[in-house]
Nanobody, 113 residues
Framework: QVQLVESGGGLVQPGGSLRLTCSAS????????MEWYRQAPGKQRELVAR?????TINYGDSVKGRFTVSRDNDTMYLQMNSLKPEDTAVYYC?????????WGQGTQVTVSS
């Protein structure tokens, strides 16, 4: 059974930083693409960052220049700098094996003074 576990969320002041981690376990298949999504109350889930097994990286427009995604095998990280109140959301991890994908349970990020 594949499990994705996110960690690292919390409360931070505007301008601060957080580092999220997503760890996948339970499969010997290759994860082709790992992604971070977020969903704020009353809004649709949006793509934050994507990283493929080949190292291709994409970011959502609202986080370019502030967030950095990285990956070490089946673990993905999201370094979030210069956080803004509008970054407040539940952050979810997605792992795509090509024939199936899985979601984590989410981790809350709150940016507030």
């Amino acid at each position: 059974q594949v499990q994705l576990v996110e960690s690292g969320g919390g409360l931070v002041q505007p301008g601060g930083s957080l580092r999220l981690t997503c760890s996948a376990s339970g499969s010997h298949f290759t994860i082709y693409t790992m992604e971070w999504y977020r969903q704020a109350p009353g809004k649709q889930r949006e793509l934050v960052a994507r990283i493929t097994s080949g190292g291709t990286i994409n970011y959502g427009d609202s986080v370019k220049g502030r967030f950095t995604v990285s990956r070490d095998n089946d673990t993905m990280y999201l370094q979030m700098n210069s956080l803004k109140p509008e970054d407040t959301a539940v952050y979810y991890c997605n792992a795509d094996y090509g024939f199936v994908d899985y979601w984590g349970q989410g981790t809350q990020v709150t940016v507030s003074s």
